[in-house]
């Protein structure tokens, strides 16, 4: 007989969007919500007046620019599962902050634009999913709309992404001809009734293939080219297997529109009913950790500060990997530091309700005070020799300064805690002045607005003149020319800035017994090596 934490496993879905900017993500997450029930009023991205804020983008940036610049992490119920939805950033510049988020994940939904098919984000999201063997369910995003032929489509997936695909949700129509969705496996018909703007729940009817009435809906020309593709998309293409669904071998793919609600609701139901729960999770550095009822084990994958300014808090977002939470219990953290759980919080948007307990594929909020950061274990038991996160090196260096050197210590708890969350890297001179390390502009950006918004400090940004970093063992800090900068990170770290990449293979070249790590993962079992030796 399985047991209750078995059973409360079995409930969880943990998943998260990826798509290319402007494919439709916030919009997709919204219309989920709406028809899991968790908000009555879907709003549209860059809202009118009169219409709701989107629920995930709770940014004040992210709300005026219409796009996700951060992750956010949402629970709610649907027909007696638990759903935790993390809304990643859509924008290229955080694929740092995306990369983490898709660890702390059991599948994907893949959006993809039915007019633009496969576009480069997609890809390299993509990629970190394979990286890590993580099932992807398809959604071909805006039928309502002119899109590319069905077949061509499916088949840029397969050639670009080298993934079969398995059609379960067969269009009627693109643009404004589209008419709702064939159910392949149910052999049914969904027609939709469209209203003013999408954010309510449509009505549905389900009707035969063969009844009159499907006909006399549209003109005989549609209707016999969606017969014969549908015809060849039941013979021709593969059916639908599970076990290679939750191998990652295959990918169903769905067609609709999530701004006007075409077969979102029926997507919903067939991620309860096909996609997985969680089950045993494989780490950046290969370590595979299993579900075990008796050891509990978490790990920091986001770290966000004052998400509410009455609350002015720092909140580390965990992810669940084995073991059952309970409010209130102790666990180890990775500095073997032991700490008491007593402030756990579930989010949806910028609300916030406390947790009496949590299971596998969970994510909370844990109030941090100050003793939490990226990549932290949480455990009980033997300390786990895992390293969880990745962090990668930056291709874009400012130096940063406040306007108003009156305010250098609000400077420096907004320098302290928004680098906490991972959204850039801090590194500091020896004279304790500090540059932001980033992978795209937009960092810098969002940096500068969020010290300005949530500490009142105005910041004057300077460029330097680099282009590339890695991490150095602190005994070969002499080892490079004035060309090149030495700098800390916040862990005291050595790191190297090199002009250009040109610069930095010339280097290797040149000097080869100097190493050069990529992460300071790498540093850190190079040392551990060393160690062991």
């Known amino acids: 007989m399985q047991s209750e934490y078995y059973k409360e496993i079995e409930k969880r879905r943990s998943f998260a969007i990826i798509a290319h900017p402007d494919a439709g993500k916030t919009t997709l997450t919204e219309k989920l919500l709406l028809y899991g029930g968790a908000i009555q009023l879907a709003g549209h991205v860059r809202a009118k007046k009169d219409r709701k804020k989107t629920q995930s983008d709770w940014m004040k940036l992210e709300q005026e620019r ?3 610049i951060t992750t956010s992490a949402m ?4 027909k007696g599962f638990i759903l935790n939805l993390l809304d990643t950033p859509g924008h290229e510049d955080f694929s740092e902050d995306t990369y983490r988020t898709l660890m702390a994940v059991d599948f994907a939904i893949m959006l993809i634009d039915a007019a633009k098919g496969v576009e480069s984000q997609t890809i ?12 992807i369910i398809t959604f071909v995003n805006k039928m309502d709309l002119p899109a590319k032929d069905p077949f061509s489509l499916i088949d840029e997936v397969e050639k670009v992404l080298q993934i079969s695909t398995v059609p379960i949700l067969w269009p009627i129509g693109s643009g404004k001809d589209f008419k709702g969705v064939f159910h392949i496996q149910k052999n049914q018909i969904y027609l939709y009734e469209k209203n003013s703007n999408g954010s309510y729940k449509l009505p549905v009817t389900i009707k035969n293939l063969q009844d009159q009435e499907i006909k006399d809906l549209m003109e005989a020309e549609i209707y016999n080219n969606f017969l014969e593709s549908l015809d060849i998309a039941k013979n021709v293409l593969p059916e639908f297997d599970i076990k290679k669904f939750h191998n990652a071998e295959i990918s169903p793919i769905y067609f609709g529109s999530a701004l006007t609600n075409f077969g979102v609701e029926l997507f919903l139901e067939e991620l309860i009913d096909y996609c997985p729960s969680p089950r045993e999770m494989k780490f950046s550095d290969g ?30 977002f965990i992810r669940i990997v084995s073991g059952k939470f309970v409010r209130g219990m102790e666990a180890e953290i990775s500095n073997k530091r032991s ?15 406390t947790v009496e307990e949590a299971y596998p594929g969970d994510i909370i909020g844990l109030i941090n005070p100050g003793v939490f950061q990226i990549g932290n274990i949480l455990y009980t038991g033997e300390k786990p020799d895992i390293f969880p996160l990745p962090q990668f090196p930056p291709e874009i260096f400012n130096r940063i300064f406040p306007v108003d050197t009156s305010k250098i210590k609000s400077f420096k708890k907004g320098i302290e805690e928004l680098s906490e969350e991972g959204i850039i890297q801090i590194f500091s001179f020896e004279d304790g002045s500090f540059i932001l390390g980033a992978v795209g502009q937009l960092q810098l950006e969002v940096f500068k607005f969020r010290l300005r918004e949530e500490y009142g400090v105005e910041c004057k940004l300077e460029t330097l003149p680099f282009e590339c970093s890695r991490w150095i063992n602190e005994e070969d800090k002499y080892a490079f020319s004035s060309y090149d900068l030495i700098v800390k990170d916040k862990k005291g770290n050595y790191i190297v800035l090199f002009k250009t990449e040109f610069r930095m293979k010339n280097f290797q070249k040149k000097k080869p017994n100097i190493k050069l790590f990529y992460s300071p993962m790498e540093l850190i079992k190079h040392k551990t090596s060393l160690k062991k030796a």
């Open 66 to 68: 219409g796009i996700s």
């Open 287 to 316: 370590n595979i950790v299993q579900i075990s009822e008796n050891r509990f084990l978490a790990f920091v994958f986001k770290m966000q500060a004052n998400m509410n300014k009455f609350h002015r808090d720092r909140v580390a």
């Open 124 to 135: 390299k999201l993509f990629q970190i999913c394979r990286q890590r063997n993580i099932p």
């Open 339 to 353: 700490i008491k759980l007593t402030s756990p919080v579930s989010f949806f948007g910028q609300k916030r309700n």
């Open 75 to 78: 629970q709610f119920e649907y």
